[in-house]
């Protein structure tokens, strides 16, 4: 599976709590059968957390594997007053965190397939360097500001589900947000006033 082919078609469909809660204890007491149901359901949103912070659509799927272990290792851990959701989306931002530091170089985002939808090669062309101008700046925010912009504008977690996934007051997410929206307007206004 694609991460280019599914970056916009997340898994959004809505599990019962009670299934939900239901895997996650089963998958608590080792069965690996409802943990990959939980997996499969959470897959598409994790790679594409860690792709939109490192904008490499193959380390991504790297990535989201390595987050799955980490889950599966830290599920007894797992306590269900938070979303499930949150919990695997907070280790997939650590995850990505963690690569993103071993590897210490980005991706070149002009290598990476961006979809058109339009038909014209102009009006691709055009979209294609919009697409690149916006990764390019998302990926220069700082780490702390990438994360929270990613989950909130990619993702739609709510500004408490943020908080609570990263762990930070309510108040920070806001400052982060509005610094990452603002950093990011201001790149973009520069590098169309420059072309």
Known sequence: MSIER?????????MPAEDE??????????DRQ????????YRDGVVNVIYRMCGDAELAEDAAQEAFIRAWQHLPKYR????????????ASNVALDTLRREREMADVDELPIAARTPGPEAVAEQNERATMVQRAVLALPEA??????LREYE???Y???ADMVQIPIGTVMSRLNYARTRLR???KECLEAS
Do not use: C, K
Request: proline share 4%.
């Open 145 to 150: 500001s990438r994360v929270v912009l990613i």
């Open 6 to 14: 599914n970056l916009y078609s997340v898994n959004t469909g809505s």
């Open 80 to 91: 269900p007053e938070a979303p499930f959701r949150n919990w695997v989306y907070r280790i």
């Open 160 to 162: 408490q589900e943020i």
């Open 186 to 188: 201001d790149m973009l």
């Open 156 to 158: 739609g977690l709510s």
């Open 34 to 41: 409802a943990f990959g149901e939980l997996v499969a359901r």
């Open 21 to 30: 809660l239901g895997l996650i204890h089963s998958a608590q007491r080792g």
